[in-house]
């Protein structure tokens, strides 16, 4: 079945280091991704979106990257800050045009 | 997101109890959602609603029911509940108008059910 799915679960970094969190979808018919931050108590809340006509968009301190050819997705946060502390969740529209799915999440820990 | 509200916002009952969890937004988005969050899991779609006349299932709709009073209003009820819908509960909502083929979902701060 369709899937988004996540290669670390847990993922510690130093602050004022690079994040790089992963993500691979199976469902070839996807063209729209996003990325959410969820902290704890809170819902998730969106960082970035890409379509599948780009390779990679840039926002505030964060780059979403989609190589197609391998079905990856990964989101890059320069100078990790303590308050980027949170489960990111990756999600893809399958072949819907409202619906998504979500992947497992990945929590990011920040170093002081 | 203060656009999105729900409540309560945590809520513990017993089994065979129903419950009724409230949505409400401001964003006048036509779209809503309510998806389920279970410890370790993404959310799980339960019901989706296009607009006050349509109303659709998700992927774990069984044991649950949804009312769309309003555009603004979107409830989700569990009519008997039992222990494994213990979860943390979301509201989401959308709107085309942005552009793109895909809505961007915006979620309230989610509702903690303990059902015992």
């Known amino acids: 079945g369709e899937s988004v799915g996540l290669h670390l679960p847990t993922l510690s970094v130093q602050e004022g280091d690079n994040s790089i969190i992963n993500c691979a979808y199976s469902n070839s018919a996807s063209d729209y991704f996003i990325w959410y931050k969820q902290e704890s108590g809170k819902g998730p809340q969106f960082i970035i979106d890409?379509?599948?006509?780009?390779d990679k968009r840039q926002g505030q301190r964060v780059t979403v990257l989609l190589n197609k050819t391998v079905k990856h997705l990964s989101l890059q946060i320069a100078a990790t800050q303590p308050g980027d502390s949170a489960v990111y969740f990756c999600?893809?529209?399958?072949?819907?045009?409202?619906?998504?799915?979500f992947g497992s999440g990945t929590r990011l820990l920040v170093r002081p | 997101d203060a656009d999105v509200t729900q409540t309560p916002r945590n809520r513990i009952t017993k089994t065979g109890k129903r419950i009724m969890l409230e949505c409400s937004q401001t964003k006048g988005h036509d779209r809503m959602y309510w998806y389920r969050q279970d410890p370790g899991l993404g959310l799980r779609l339960i019901y989706y609603s296009f607009d006050v006349k349509d109303i659709n299932k998700g992927e774990i709709s069984d044991g649950y029911s949804v009312s769309r009073q309003a555009q603004a209003k979107f409830s989700l009820s569990l009519e008997s509940a039992i222990p494994n819908q213990t979860a943390l509960y979301f509201c989401?909502?959308?709107?085309?108008?942005?552009?793109?083929?895909?809505?961007?979902?915006?979620f309230g701060p989610g509702t903690r059910l303990t059902v015992l």
């Open positions: 999600a893809e529209n399958g072949d819907s045009s409202y619906k998504l799915i």
């Open positions: 890409i379509r599948s006509n780009m």
């Open positions: 989401a909502t959308s709107d085309l108008s942005s552009g793109g083929s895909t809505d961007t979902q915006y």
